[in-house]
């Protein structure tokens, strides 16, 4: 299983032409990265962080999304990983549930601040270290997050580490030791969903990804069993062939999705399905609503009140709450506010869950009892997929939402043309400010 | 199961009178650190981290041991955790093999350089800290250790925020936050041992444990049930009661003892019967030894051919190489020069281990079968405990081998006088330098 490593690192280190339309997938995440960046850029939890790590940090070196103040590599890597995922609004990576470029593209960000890179070298540095990422998550899966892993956190420290091995140009056996050095460090539990912790999982992952790279360039190694050990310790059945398969000709970065809503991704085919429903039913008609589901949805959103934003996030009873309420499923329906109105907490107790473990993750079944006519009956098979032009909307949405005084629109024209910008670090600093 | 934290974190924030027995085995525990520290200070491990870390490093505001340097307070406790543990000559809690010393210790000193703090009350936390990482350790032993988790890094981080918690005076929820975000981000794996991550880990134990309780004095939560679920993920049975029976009046700190020799507590007492044993036969003299012990011993330090002096710390046939042959245990026999020593590496070939798990983990059987004469059997049924002479000894040499310019006779009185010292940060600064 040693192999795996050597494979990976090779790769990993090795100079390719990536596909035209990976490399535009690549774009769409990159910039829906930089927008959730900007809109979770003052949470609380972000602020707390800052709080500790601001007096803590070594020289401003690199940008903070949605701040003007900058931070050492380190720390910015840690603060804008977290960032970006705090709302949940971040991409997907939908074979593994994976959020990929929050623990990864803060790295080569930061990265970039600190040594002349092209655009182009940026967006190769990030698609690799986002391949890498979700192929060991698909190696990991199901086991893996049914264990309690929080496989972003997990396998998105090893997906940083592969990244920052690739833009700090190590070589194979250096590259090889930064995945050992991550995985060796690699954390996060599914039971900080919810909490605060989930951000310090997640800015760890990249935290600690991009700490295995710049010690595996200082000479610090690792065991060279790390990864076969880490996928043995993870993983109940791990498939390291999931590693190596296909590696540099089918793509997993390519099938990383952006998020319409800001919340678990599990959630948004009953959205897409609800959001439709609307125009048919009013809210107060709805007596019981039946949601046939694959048993995941069960075991990450059956949250019947949810006492915050975040729990709200993940929480199937406020999500029909709010688009039956609402209409809407955005930032402002899982906010504190929502979580606290009675007509959506009312929702708490209508909802029943059916597993099916036959559907896969992307369908749903709905059921809609009302109180003035027969069950109105529907059924998704996937998730909506969002266009270039509705991620430059929810782009813009959440620079105001979270960076009012961020120029948006120079930031979208910079990310969508990442691969022709001589000094990527003007990336960095255009989401800073 | 939630309530456990409660439990801890109302005994971290309480004030208790420590019996003096336990305060004496923290002072030797925390001499004892502080040489390792020393002797560590210097390893390529350790130059390599600072490589990374002195460049990226916020405010001069905590001390290195064994160096004049300075770092922020995250940073040196990665380095000095690291340092006093990489010669594997720290600590060790017999009943869950972890070293606590050098995750915890560490925390409290670069805490005492912040604000004012007495000795008394560094030791305090110190222990509390010891107290914790081993009773978690007791909860998850043996199956986590097996299952490929270095528990010295995975617990002692919780150690670490236990004892960080107690030193920043959090309430009894700030002390449940940061006992949780610890528990959030515990990582470390066996596979590391004999490799520089196993400093990583232990770095990062010491590091995460202290920004986990900063953390929590700033406001960021983790979830109430994160200690529970840690115990469930990282053990197959785990045992909860092992946290919380007889806390504040059983101390498993007081059963944490000081190694004689610096390699793997398994093979001390294998080395006790060597030493004796070498006045009797002649290394060149010896055809065969049968070591029978515990399964642990095998799982843990059958390597034939240590290529580095790293892994001749856990290697069972170097121990037994170095004893006969030079009839010594120290420092320079677990050394990269006498692991490539011909006469030693022929030992490889010369052990046979024999499992027997009816045999305690401090007991070993040897039969050294000579070409000259019957078989000599020999068995110990405990490690020798050290005197505080002894530890003084250690000490002096580790400052030596590692900082010979650093007064240890200052440092060592300081250490015995912990509890009568005004201002705490002294020992930190004698220490460094």
């Keep these: 299983m040693v192999e795996v490593?050597?494979?990976?690192a090779n790769w990993i280190s090795t100079r390719q032409e990536i596909p035209a339309a990976v490399r535009h997938e690549g774009k769409r995440t990159l910039l829906n990265f930089l927008g959730c960046g900007l809109g979770g850029s003052h949470d609380p939890a972000i602020e707390h962080a800052l709080g500790v790590l601001r007096p803590l940090s070594g020289p401003a070196q690199a940008s903070l999304l949605g701040r003007r103040e900058r931070l050492d590599m380190l720390s910015a890597a840690f603060i804008n990983a977290a960032a970006a995922n705090v709302q949940d609004f971040d991409d997907t990576h939908l074979a593994s549930v994976i959020h990929p470029a929050a623990p990864v593209a803060p790295v080569v960000l930061a990265l970039a601040e600190q040594s002349r890179t092209s655009g182009a070298a940026l967006l190769d540095a990030l698609i690799r270290g986002i391949e890498?990422?979700?192929r060991i998550g698909n190696a990991l899966t199901p086991w893996h997050y049914s264990r309690g892993w929080h496989i972003t956190s997990t396998c998105g420290a090893i997906g940083a580490a592969?990244?920052?091995s690739r833009l700090l140009d190590l070589d194979e056996m250096q590259t090889a030791n930064a995945l050992g050095l991550s995985a060796s460090q690699s954390a996060g539990l599914v039971e900080s969903l919810g909490s605060m912790a989930k951000s310090l999982g997640v800015g760890g992952a990249a935290r600690n990804g991009l700490f295995a790279a710049l010690l595996a360039r200082q000479g610090f190694t690792a065991s060279p069993g790390t990864l076969a050990a880490f996928l043995r310790i993870f993983g109940d059945e791990p498939r390291p062939e999931a590693l190596t398969d296909g590696l540099g000709s089918h793509w997993e970065s390519a099938?990383?999705?952006?998020?319409?809503?800001?919340c678990g991704v599990v959630l948004h085919p009953v959205i897409d399905l609800l959001l439709e429903l609307r125009k048919e039913v009013q809210a107060d008609a709805v007596a019981r609503i039946v949601v046939t589901a694959n048993p995941l949805l069960r075991q990450r959103t059956d949250r019947r009140r949810p006492r915050s934003a975040r729990e709200a996030q993940v929480s199937l009873q406020h999500a029909v709450g709010v688009c039956l309420v609402y209409g809407a499923a955005g930032l402002s329906e899982f906010s504190d506010e929502r979580t606290a109105e009675p007509a959506v907490q009312a929702f708490g107790d209508k909802v029943e869950i059916i597993d099916d473990a036959s559907l896969p993750i992307e369908a749903v079944k709905l059921a809609v009892h009302t109180s003035n006519g027969p069950a109105i009956v529907r059924r998704v098979d996937q998730a909506r997929l969002m266009s270039d032009a509705e991620i430059e909307a929810k782009v813009r949405g959440l620079a105001a939402?979270?960076?009012p005084h961020c120029d948006a629109a120079r930031l979208?024209?910079?990310?969508?043309?990442?691969?022709?910008?001589p000094d990527a670090a003007e990336l960095a600093r255009r989401g800073g400010a």
Aim: hydrophobic share 55%; charged share 15%.
């Design 162 to 164: 592969a990244a920052a």
């Design 401 to 403: 939402f979270g960076a």
């Design 132 to 134: 890498v990422a979700c």
């Design 412 to 421: 979208i024209a910079a990310a969508w043309a990442v691969d022709d910008l």
């Design 255 to 262: 099938r990383n999705v952006c998020k319409p809503y800001p």
């Design 5 to 8: 490593t050597g494979t990976l």
